[in-house]
């Protein structure tokens, strides 16, 4: 994903006005697979107080880690899927690429939510519809969302949409939505 430019698209969606320096905050990258959102989170703000990474995939928990120590972070590894692991309650989560997998969104979403703090901030990337999905597909058997039904999701979910992004250049123009939302009380 990294050489298709996807980490350089995390570090613009999180770069974008809307962001904020807290790091005395416990960060989860929820399906983290390599870590690239949570290492651009890093490049970003500068280490959190805390970093999850859960990941159902123990060589990609492996991967992120060693991406993450790289910039100076020890990240705790939870080896499950959102909703199998009993996690501390987080400031901030990650979630790239990860609902479009999940049996249902909705309730994936309202995990999400139940896992922040309220007033925590999702940062959450979608597959929107284009014809690079179709390929994607292929590999991965994932959904897509329209803008419109994605923030009904979102806002169904407990979340007040703070801001959409959409991806300026390379394969994440094409294939990928940001959203930031706040966990309503």
Known sequence: MRTLGYYEGYLGFLSSPQRHNDR???????????ASFAEAWVAINGPPRALTLLEPSRPMLERGQTALRARGVEPKL?????????????DEVLAAHVIEHCADPLTALRQIHDLLRPGGRLHLVVSK??????IIWLQWRHRTFRKEEILALVSKAGFDVEQ??????GPPSRTSCGIVAIRKG
Do not use: I, K, M, R
Request: hydrophobic share 45%.
């Open 24 to 34: 005395n905050v416990h960060v989860v990258d929820v399906g983290a697979g390599t």
């Open 78 to 90: 939870v080896q499950a899927l959102l909703g199998e692991a009993d996690l501390e309650p987080a």
């Open 129 to 134: 519809p284009h014809w690079c999905n179709a």
């Open 164 to 169: 959409v992004y959409s991806f300026p250049s």
